[in-house]
């Protein structure tokens, strides 16, 4: 037994709620359950955390790297967790020692970082092994990834940027509604790359009077700007007009963001993320599996190949891009896809809800381009990316696999190279 739970003490793995920007990448990466959440703040289960750091290095703020040393039989619940607005201090030694915790137990938790597994984790865990997408995915960028800068804003000190654009991206007229916005910083340091995210604060509160926290949007422009040489980002934000059930409901900040007007200004955090990153090393290939609003790192990426392939001083390897919408209508930049040289980027598009047409996913024409796909895998410099709602996930990972054993490869050591390389990058939510 670990000593120190036997001590009756324990190391309480805690999210920071002033940090977080409550982009679900703990909860979705956690392997045991132990993170869950409600409309205020994301949590950990004392009782189900193994410490197992799986949700440490995928966190874009740091906000889920935080620890408390606690009695065991004061372990904060859930629902304290839940309406907290910022973390509580460290347990001072007289108040440790108050609870009957010996003066050399906190060290002795800091050594697990958490309690041993317990009967409720050992509940959350499958009897049988069950294919988990999200193990494949790569926490480190590629080897040739330039240096990602993070966290210049945090949520407690935002920085200003100045509405300069605002386009609907898809087909007017149309229920659903996709914007390209375009911000800019004028003097103030923003440097992002592509693969990176930034947080916009809408104004207000909320429902109980909190101010609303930031929400999280993947920049859609390459390095050097929307427009080349200038402080700006792009974002793609898809106007959120009802929920997951579909019924009514007005996201807050989309609609906040897609109503913006030339002029306006607008409160930003981070830039977030260290390894949703472009290879640099000539003749790396992308291939780049998308839906919707999912498309607005690969519009970056490609933009910035397109860039250095019309300056003449990279030579790029292959761009295969599978993109998945309801309909072409609602297919965010197709007007622009089309325009892309053939020789340059290979298009691959799937739409689910066209009516009179069978319904065809990413994942199907992944499998209808499996000779492609898998010369791409048996190469080194083969990098993939994955973006969009959470429900793509499984099924792009499984098509990969499909793909490696169908042409003889070992999916397991294919998956574990993938990962441990930085060359399967999973941004799903």
Same mark, same amino acid.
């Given at each position: 037994?670990?000593?120190?739970?036997?001590?009756?003490?324990?190391?309480?793995?805690?999210?920071?709620?002033?940090?977080?920007i409550?982009?679900?990448?703990?909860?979705?990466?956690c392997?045991? %359950?132990?993170?869950t959440?409600?409309? %205020?703040?994301?949590?950990?289960r004392?009782?189900?955390?193994? *410490?197992? !750091?799986a949700?440490?290095?995928?966190?874009?703020?740091?906000?889920?790297d935080?620890w408390?040393?606690?009695?065991?039989?004061?372990?904060?619940?859930?629902?304290?967790?839940?309406?907290?607005?910022?973390?509580?201090?460290?347990l001072?030694?007289?108040?440790?020692?108050?609870?009957?915790?010996?003066?050399?137990?906190?060290?002795?938790?800091?050594a697990?970082?958490?309690?041993?597994p317990?009967?409720?984790?050992? +509940?959350?865990?499958?009897?049988?092994?069950?294919? %988990?997408?999200?193990?494949y995915?790569?926490t480190?960028?590629?080897?040739s +990834?330039?240096?990602?800068?993070?966290n210049?804003?945090?949520?407690?000190?935002?920085?200003?940027?100045?509405?300069v654009?605002?386009?609907?991206?898809?087909? +007017? *007229?149309?229920?659903?509604?996709?914007?390209?916005?375009v911000?800019?910083?004028?003097?103030?340091p923003?440097?992002?790359?592509?693969?990176?995210?930034?947080?916009?604060?809408?104004p207000?509160?909320?429902?109980i009077? /909190?101010?609303?926290?930031?929400?999280?949007?993947s920049?859609?422009s390459?390095?050097?700007g929307e427009r080349?040489?200038?402080?700006?980002?792009?974002?793609?934000? /898809?106007?959120? =007009?009802?929920?997951?059930?579909?019924?009514p409901? #007005?996201?807050?900040?989309?609609?906040y963001?897609c109503? &913006?007007k030339?002029?306006?200004?607008?409160?930003?955090? *981070?830039?977030?993320?260290v390894?949703?990153? !472009?290879?640099?090393?000539?003749?790396?290939?992308?291939?780049?599996?998308? =839906?919707? =609003?999912?498309?607005?790192? !690969?519009?970056?990426?490609?933009?910035? @190949?397109? @860039?250095?392939?019309?300056?003449g001083?990279?030579?790029?390897? /292959?761009l295969?891009?599978?993109?998945?919408?309801r309909?072409q209508?609602?297919?965010?930049?197709?007007?622009p #896809?089309?325009?892309?040289? /053939?020789?340059?980027?290979d298009?691959?598009? +799937?739409?689910s809800?066209?009516?009179g047409?069978?319904?065809?996913?990413?994942?199907?024409?992944m499998?209808?381009r499996?000779?492609? &796909?898998?010369?791409?895998?048996?190469?080194?410099?083969?990098?993939?990316?994955?973006?969009?709602?959470?429900?793509?996930?499984e099924?792009?990972?499984?098509? #990969?696999?499909?793909?490696?054993?169908?042409?003889?490869?070992d999916w397991?050591?294919v998956?574990?190279? #993938?990962?441990r390389?930085?060359?399967?990058?999973?941004? =799903?939510?």
């Amino acid at each position: 037994m670990d000593m120190a739970v036997e001590a009756g003490v324990i190391k309480q793995h805690l999210i920071d709620p002033e940090i977080c920007i409550r982009c679900n990448t703990c909860e979705a990466t956690c392997p045991v %359950n132990a993170i869950t959440h409600d409309d %205020n703040n994301y949590v950990v289960r004392a009782d189900i955390c193994n *410490g197992c !750091m799986a949700c440490i290095s995928p966190c874009p703020t740091g906000s889920i790297d935080n620890w408390r040393t606690m009695p065991l039989v004061r372990a904060y619940t859930i629902e304290e967790q839940l309406t907290w607005e910022e973390l509580p201090a460290e347990l001072t030694p007289e108040e440790l020692e108050a609870a009957g915790v010996p003066a050399d137990a906190g060290d002795e938790a800091g050594a697990s970082a958490a309690p041993s597994p317990t009967q409720a984790q050992a +509940a959350v865990e499958p009897i049988e092994a069950v294919f %988990n997408s999200a193990q494949y995915g790569a926490t480190v960028p590629p080897w040739s +990834a330039a240096h990602a800068y993070t966290n210049l804003f945090p949520p407690k000190t935002p920085t200003t940027a100045t509405v300069v654009g605002n386009f609907n991206c898809t087909e +007017a *007229g149309f229920e659903s509604e996709t914007h390209h916005i375009v911000l800019d910083f004028g003097v103030v340091p923003f440097p992002v790359l592509e693969g990176q995210s930034i947080g916009i604060v809408p104004p207000g509160v909320d429902a109980i009077g /909190k101010r609303h926290h930031a929400r999280q949007y993947s920049v859609a422009s390459p390095r050097n700007g929307e427009r080349p040489g200038y402080n700006n980002v792009s974002l793609t934000v /898809k106007r959120v =007009t009802e929920d997951h059930q579909g019924d009514p409901v #007005l996201g807050v900040c989309s609609n906040y963001v897609c109503d &913006l007007k030339v002029g306006d200004t607008v409160q930003v955090v *981070g830039p977030f993320g260290v390894s949703f990153l !472009m290879p640099n090393h000539p003749k790396s290939h992308i291939v780049m599996i998308c =839906t919707g =609003t999912g498309s607005a790192p !690969m519009r970056a990426m490609t933009e910035w @190949r397109r @860039r250095l392939r019309k300056s003449g001083k990279f030579e790029g390897g /292959k761009l295969m891009l599978f993109f998945g919408a309801r309909t072409q209508q609602e297919l965010p930049y197709f007007g622009p #896809l089309q325009s892309l040289p /053939k020789d340059f980027i290979d298009i691959n598009l +799937a739409f689910s809800r066209t009516p009179g047409s069978p319904k065809r996913y990413v994942q199907d024409l992944m499998r209808e381009r499996a000779a492609d &796909l898998a010369a791409l895998l048996k190469d080194g410099s083969s990098h993939f990316y994955v973006c969009g709602l959470k429900s793509m996930e499984e099924g792009v990972v499984l098509a #990969l696999r499909d793909v490696a054993t169908e042409a003889g490869l070992d999916w397991d050591t294919v998956g574990a190279s #993938l990962k441990r390389e930085g060359r399967l990058h999973l941004e =799903t939510y």
